[in-house]
């Protein structure tokens, strides 16, 4: 089993950033890619941005594009969500994911391992 923590979400303002950290744990061999979900209140969970691979090719929603950023560091099972230009929009729950697949798509069932989420708020 996999384990995922995250941590950094917060209150800020609109226009600021936010960094939000992911560890994984546990069999960590046998992730390959790793990524960031989001759910507001009411809504289905969606896909934001991933990193397939083992530090590979990146995947964005077109809603983050130009404003966020994920990188990985492999030695220390982690990956980083920068946020810039934060929009009221943007608040959720963010989720951490991973999956043991090589190119995994946006679609939830491509992930196999889940954080239990951190609450990113953004006020207008």
């Known amino acids: 089993q996999v384990q995922m923590v995250e941590s950094g979400g917060g209150l800020v303002q609109a226009g600021g950033s936010l960094r939000l950290s992911c560890a994984a744990s546990g069999r960590t061999l046998s992730i390959y890619s790793m990524g960031w979900f989001r759910q507001a209140p009411g809504q289905e969970r969606e896909f934001v941005i991933c990193i397939r691979g083992s530090g590979g090719s990146t995947l964005y929603a077109d809603s983050v594009k130009g404003r966020f950023t994920i990188t990985r560091d492999n030695g220390k099972n982690t990956v980083y969500l920068e946020m810039n230009n934060l929009k009221p929009e943007d608040t959720a729950v963010y989720y951490c994911?991973?999956?043991?697949?090589?190119?995994?798509?946006?679609?939830?069932?491509?992930?196999?391992?889940w954080g239990q989420g951190t609450q990113v708020t953004v006020s207008s």
């Open positions: 994911a991973a999956s043991t697949r090589w190119n995994p798509s946006s679609d939830r069932l491509n992930w196999d391992y």
